[in-house]
């Protein structure tokens, strides 16, 4: 019996097949709509016989450093400064209310006019009673002046040299006065004793200070070196390692915030051992041409330890970094594999490095991996400078019902 609805539904979904063709999706179609394969060089990881190093951590530390305290005690008037500021030589960092120092200062160089006068009067009376005198021995000479008038003269002169003296003691006395008023004053401005940044500020506009009070804390950012402290048996290979200025052995440094290693060579190594730790003190020049590093940075120093050991080394083209550290991409049958590393030291164009994943003969991606991600397939031009010996690209397998 025919049903008009049933064959309406039927006509309808022919119209649907018709219009909406539904995909069939080879294995190849799939393949080929994977991630594109990355065109790579390779090189192997390998062992190599080199003088071993020693991680030893430390920190950045500016050899320049000043917290500036007041020498005088008085109101703060003005804080010029915050923290983070740069300042240059001799720049006003603080002002404190300096009017009762301006006005000793006013004093004592009023008292300087004074004393100064009264040395000139006193020079000229002494002036005058010495010519009395050689007038009075001229006429001694000829009969005409007596014993005692030259008796008088003469001491007169002797006084007056004495008042002269003693004027001239008060002149000095007051000259120091004008000094140490002129100090008090300009004690009353806090300058910078050099060019640095503000790390801190203890004092703020209006605060009441004493002698001795911080204001505030400047350090250098251009004279900075790396410190770090050693135990006693790195110390015979450090010294010598830094045996002559000419020949010194550079030390590599490693910095978290910074991706290349730097190098720097031993300024001085303290001969006192911290008395808590057993450690000694070195301090270490680092070359920091682009002004990257900063006091306070915590640092890693491989320091030699005058021995040598057979350590992996790979290509430093092969070391890529991320947010969390380290990493290469290795050969894993034809597709990249990521593998995390820990930097120990470089040695020219290799560096020593340490991985759970990484074994000498390992394949190392060296270029070709700036935008590589993890399973990537990879066509591989060229491993340790040569041709590879046969194609690492798996063979594509026809699509069932295809024709051979």
């Known amino acids: 019996m025919h049903n008009p609805i049933a064959s309406s539904i039927y006509k309808a979904a022919l119209t649907i097949a018709v219009l909406v063709p539904i995909p069939i999706l080879s294995s190849t179609t799939l393949a080929q709509?994977?991630?594109?394969?990355?065109?790579?060089?390779?090189e192997t990881a390998k062992l190599e016989l080199l003088s071993d190093a020693r991680p030893v951590t430390g920190e950045i530390r500016s050899r320049r450093t000043a917290e500036l305290a007041s020498q005088v005690e008085g109101l703060t008037l003005?804080?010029?400064?915050?923290?983070?500021?740069?300042?240059?030589?001799?720049?006003?960092?603080?002002?404190?209310?300096?009017?009762?120092?301006?006005?000793?200062?006013?004093?004592?160089?009023?008292e300087l006019v004074s004393a100064q006068a009264l040395v000139d009067q006193r020079s000229a009376d002494l002036e005058q009673a010495k010519r009395d005198l050689s007038r009075l021995e001229e006429l001694d000479s000829r009969g005409s002046a007596g014993p005692a008038q030259l008796d008088q003269a003469r001491t007169l002169v002797a006084s007056r040299s004495a008042q002269l003296a003693e004027a001239q003691a008060d002149l000095g006395i007051t000259k120091s006065n004008v000094a140490l008023?002129?100090?008090?004053?300009?004690?009353?401005?806090?300058?910078?004793?050099?060019?640095?940044?503000?790390?801190s500020k203890q004092t703020e506009a209006g605060q009441w200070i004493s002698t001795g009070d911080p204001i505030c804390t400047?350090?250098?950012?251009?004279?900075?070196?790396?410190?770090?402290?050693?135990p006693q048996s790195l110390l015979p290979a450090l010294e010598r390692a830094?045996?002559?200025?000419?020949?010194a052995t550079p030390i590599e440094i490693l910095l978290p915030s910074i991706p290349e290693p730097m190098t720097s060579k031993i300024h001085a190594v303290v001969p006192q051992a911290d008395a808590l730790s057993r450690l000694f003190p070195v301090r270490l020049i680092v070359d920091d041409p682009e002004n990257q590093l900063r006091p306070g940075m915590s640092l890693t120093a491989m320091v030699p330890t005058g021995t040598q050991a057979e350590l992996l080394t790979v290509?430093?083209?092969?070391?890529?970094?991320?947010?969390?550290?380290e990493y290469v991409y290795y050969n894993n049958n034809g597709t990249a594999a990521l593998a995390p590393i820990t930097r120990l030291f470089s040695v020219g164009s290799r560096?020593?490095?340490?991985?759970?994943?990484?074994?000498?003969?390992?394949?190392?991606?060296?270029?070709?991996?700036?935008?590589?991600?993890?399973?990537?397939?990879?066509?591989?031009?060229?491993?340790d400078g040569n041709p590879p010996p046969a194609p690492t690209t798996p063979a594509t397998t026809p699509a069932s019902g295809s024709e051979g």
């Open 242 to 247: 830094n045996a002559s200025a000419a020949s």
């Open 181 to 199: 008023a002129q100090i008090e004053l300009s004690d009353m401005t806090i300058t910078a004793p050099f060019a640095g940044t503000v790390i």
């Open 78 to 110: 003005e804080m010029l400064v915050e923290e983070g500021d740069q300042v240059t030589q001799g720049q006003t960092l603080a002002k404190l209310d300096d009017q009762r120092a301006k006005l000793q200062f006013e004093r004592a160089q009023a």
């Open 218 to 230: 400047i350090v250098s950012m251009t004279d900075l070196e790396a410190r770090i402290d050693v």
């Open 33 to 42: 709509n994977g991630p594109p394969p990355a065109k790579v060089f390779l």
């Open 315 to 325: 290509s430093k083209d092969a070391i890529l970094r991320n947010a969390a550290g």
């Open 351 to 383: 560096v020593v490095i340490r991985s759970p994943l990484i074994r000498p003969g390992v394949q190392v991606v060296i270029e070709g991996n700036e935008r590589m991600f993890p399973t990537q397939p990879m066509i591989i031009f060229e491993l």
